[in-house]
């Protein structure tokens, strides 16, 4: 697109406010009576909380907003909200709280129209963000045919945010929540999908779950904050400088010929690849590079590219806040490698700048339903195992992806109402986007059920460490907590279910997972041996579970021989992009990835 269409089209002149949704001047062209574009026939509405409806008019008009069940044998009577249109043609009116239930019909009017929508649920809504393993559809996920041609399910529901750098309102007129099925659902996030099928199974029966595949594959964490959030620190400044230096000279017409070009290349390298899939099911990946050659990746970037900084804020986040929901999914990381030193600022950042972006304002909710505004629930899937092959682009070191993992599981001790799942078990060793997409959306939603759900005995943790000490010259220990049943599996990253002819208390150095540092910070594998815990019964606080730990058949004593470490100074755990991560417990949780300062006080 040239820089004169781009100065000429109104469309893409946009405004927003902290608080607010993303508005283009086509929007309330006409001053016709419009509903955000996720407001379709078939929405899932947020259970308990108030429900915001919003979108454009004439300004100065008057909204009236009445939501009516359409079985009134088993459902209560209508409720309705009123609100006034804003000078710049936006409005938002605010339902009270309701149960689970429906169906439901909305109507929407103003003194000359009136839009009406029908079969709406009052469920449980999820917002599913992040890049590709999030983005990572059902149907090209592991046993992906047999579970999609399964998925029938009316009341499991998603609407798919279209994936724009930019405003576009032709795709949002387009996009529509869809009712799982065969015919709809492989296109839909496999994480997302086994996390509310999971949902489904574990609550009432009537309980509509809804979810909002709001994600584009290959971006990075800055590319969901807006531009006021990025300048606000030096590690989002840098993200801004970064995309300037690779625009800068070049006009939009040559940026965009250049990402025209890419996009060609890019979708013959897919349709290749998707060629020998089909040919040979169950190919490598190594295989298919050999085959078709390295990925073209990344793409070029251009001034409105969806890949920029601050795009998938501006053109998807704000045209759905503050749609009500239960939480937020996030899957992402893997495109900051390179930057893994700056991804706890930035993802700290996020998580209140999407908190304030979904906060309703004072004036619309009554004090009663103040209470239901609680903090965003946000559950961050930590990053799975992986190593680049030779072939790939080496801008990615071995200690990159063990900081983004810290960096997330520091999120669940700094914030209130975030959480952490690990997935230190999966992986696949050169392949970024592992296959198994049932394992993370699981155990996504066993956090969701226990945080947000009640439901408390569900097992979330897997075997924590306290401090680790030196016991004698030769030994360290490490007692763990969540450790009922605490052994090392016999399986391996990326082979699940490989045999390693080892017993399941005992692995040797460079098989344990666990490496030792003296002075100098040079590490070496040790050797580990598990034992039973049989110290005095405590409560020990917990900053993953924030709650005391009392249990003593819930410890576990680890024995570290130093071997070449004399003067131990740190302990880590599974700290590699790939590498050994064997310890569970009975719960099949895993030990997360940690790194402890030795204490060398005797026990």
């Avoid at 999609?148 to 009316?154: G, H, I, M, R, W």
């Avoid at 993992?405 to 592992?434: F, W, Y």
């Avoid at 939603?445 to 680790?468: D, E, F, K």
Wanted: glycine letters at 6%.
């Amino acid at each position: 697109m040239t820089e004169k269409a781009l100065t000429t089209n109104e469309h893409y002149k946009n405004t927003s406010d902290p608080k607010g949704w993303k508005v283009s001047a086509t929007d309330f062209n006409h001053h016709k009576l419009q509903l955000a574009a996720i407001f379709t026939d078939g929405a899932v509405l947020q259970s308990s909380k108030p429900i915001p409806i919003f979108g454009w008019a004439c300004p100065e008009d008057t909204v009236h907003i009445e939501l009516t069940p359409t079985n009134s044998d088993r459902l209560s009577g209508s409720i309705s909200a009123t609100c006034r249109v804003e000078t710049g043609g936006k409005w938002l009116g605010v339902l009270p709280p309701c149960h689970s239930g429906g169906p439901y019909s909305l109507s929407v009017r103003t003194e000359k129209e009136c839009v009406n929508l029908k079969n709406l649920m009052i469920g449980e809504v999820w917002l599913a963000s992040g890049q590709s393993n999030m983005a990572f559809n059902l149907a090209d996920s592991a046993d992906g045919a047999t579970v999609v041609a399964e998925s029938q399910d009316p009341l499991m529901r998603f609407y798919q945010v279209p994936q724009t750098g930019r405003i576009d309102r032709q795709a949002e007129a387009q996009a529509c929540w869809n009712c799982c099925d065969p015919k709809t659902s492989g296109q839909m996030s496999a994480v997302a999908y086994y996390f509310a099928h999971t949902l489904r199974k574990s609550l009432s029966s009537k309980t509509a779950v809804g979810i909002i595949d709001c994600y584009i594959g290959g971006t990075s964490i800055a590319v969901w904050l807006d531009q006021e959030t990025l300048r606000f620190c030096p590690e989002g400044q840098e993200y801004l400088d970064r995309f300037s230096r690779t625009v800068s000279g070049r006009t939009d017409e040559e940026l965009e010929s250049q990402a025209e070009s890419w996009q060609s290349s890019f979708d013959s390298w897919n349709k290749r690849v998707s060629g020998i899939r089909q040919a040979y099911p169950g190919i490598s990946d190594e295989e298919i590079t050999s085959a078709c050659g390295q990925c073209p990746w990344p793409p070029p970037m251009t001034r409105h590219s969806k890949y920029r900084p601050t795009g998938a804020f501006s053109s998807m986040l704000e045209r759905i806040a503050p749609y009500a929901l239960a939480g937020i999914l996030w899957y992402q990381g893997e495109e900051d490698g390179p930057f893994s030193s700056t991804y706890q600022t930035l993802l700290g950042l996020l998580i209140d700048r999407w908190r304030l972006l979904w906060q309703l304002p004072d004036h619309t909710i009554s004090t009663s339903d103040s209470a239901a505004q609680k903090k965003l629930p946000f559950f961050i899937v930590q990053l799975p195992q992986w190593s680049p092959s030779q072939s790939e682009d080496q801008t990615v070191t071995d200690s990159d992806w063990p900081c983004i993992r810290k960096a997330q599981l520091s999120m669940s001790q700094a914030r209130s109402a975030v959480h952490t799942i690990c997935l230190i078990d999966c992986g696949e060793e050169h392949n970024l986007h592992p296959k198994d997409k049932r394992t993370p959306g699981e155990r996504l939603a066993v956090h969701a059920l226990h945080w947000v759900y009640g439901q408390q005995a569900l097992p979330i943790n897997g075997p924590s460490p306290l401090t680790p000490r030196k016991i004698d010259p030769v030994h360290l220990s490490l007692t763990m907590v969540h450790a009922a049943g605490m052994r090392f599996s016999a399986t391996i990253p990326g082979l699940r279910h490989a045999e390693i002819a080892h017993p399941s208390d005992w692995r040797e150095a460079g098989e344990s997972g666990f490496e030792v540092a003296g002075p100098d910070g040079r590490f070496y594998p040790v050797a580990a041996k598990i034992l039973p815990f049989s110290g005095k019964q405590s409560c020990v606080p917990l900053g993953q579970s924030r709650r005391p730990i009392c249990r003593q058949d819930d410890r576990r004593i680890i024995i570290l021989p130093l071997n070449k470490v004399r003067n131990p100074r740190w302990l880590r755990y599974a700290w590699h992009g790939w590498g050994p991560a064997p310890l569970m417990n009975d719960a099949d949780l895993p030990a997360p990835p940690f790194f402890k300062a030795i204490s060398v006080a005797d026990e």
